[in-house]
């Protein structure tokens, strides 16, 4: 189960995960609450995509539906710092039926609505809840949230700092945690970037700069914009892309009008093969507050991007300053700063390159072999 298929990492990463699955001996059903995302078309055949009625059709059910909506819009004026998944669900689950299907295991592939769906709705001999994001940051009241973790049998963060930090501040859960790294396949990666791509001479002879996500708060663009403006005072001569669409837009467009970077930064939008616009870059750039994992940065690895990255918990996991990228302090200056240092230093840049190619992502071997642990143990 997960929200949707839209674009996203959590999205990405399970179209990556189903079809490895083994479909001789699983039989899978995929719920989502929201139908028509741009992943859709890449869940394989053998996946049973169903349908859940959450609220009831009757007179009586949409009559309990409305009065909880009215509950989730106060919710949302009393705690706007909560995360709105959990609004939702505080002012919902009462009148969310519950599934009549049992199940040998049932899986929530996200935080929020999707783990508590899971937890108190679905009957299963097996349970078990992934962790996209870190939820501490995004919003979430862990108090609250500990009750639907206790009920799962394993519960998976997506990378080793973000499995540490949750020992660290939910040690209830500490038995339960197995690290499940989000996959990739580099294949299809590298077999994708060469497409080629619709806006011709987009990519000039200036320095290019990409930088691929939801623009949504947790990837901190306004941040990207402010370093593309002390760039700009600085000299250098680039371009600066963003390929993602999402609701900070308006914001980020006002924030580009006011530092005078229209020709410079330029929002191209969602697109649903992102890879060709990586491969163009120079240099790839990620501005996160924080991640769950970052699975950009492994797709721009993969590529043999040279990369700058803010200095956000699980970057770490990925990034080893100065050797396979660059990590920036959350400030404009820092950010620019790196950006520089990649652009004028063509030794270090091909530092990190020769030592991106040494790499190996096996994620598509490895994790499914954790994944498949845990579905039979």
Known sequence: MID???????????????PLIDYDRYDVDLLMFARGGVFEKYVPD??????????????????????HQLSFSVLLRLNPERHGAENSWRAMHGVVKPMKKQYDIAIAYQQGFPTFFIATKVKAIKKLAWINADVYEAGYDMEYCRQFYEQMDHVVPVSKKLQEKLTRLSPCLADKLTCIYDIVNPELIKKLSVESIPEKGLFEESINIVTVGRLSKPKNYLLAVDAARVLKDKGLRFKWFFVGSGGMRTAIENRIKEHGLEDIVILLGLKENPYPYMAKADVYVQTSSFEGFGLTIAEAKILHKPIVSTNFDVVHDQIVDGKNGLIAEMTPESVA??????????????????NLKMEQNTTFLSEIRKFNSLLES
């Open 4 to 18: 949707s298929l839209g674009c996203g990492g959590a999205e990405k990463s399970l179209v990556s995960l189903l």
């Open 46 to 67: 053998e996946v049973n995509v169903i349908q859940h009625n959450l609220f009831g059709s009757s007179p009586f059910d949409r009559l309990n539906k409305f009065l």
């Open 337 to 354: 700063g790196k950006i520089l240092e990649l652009v004028n230093d063509s030794d270090l840049r091909k530092r990190l390159i020769g």
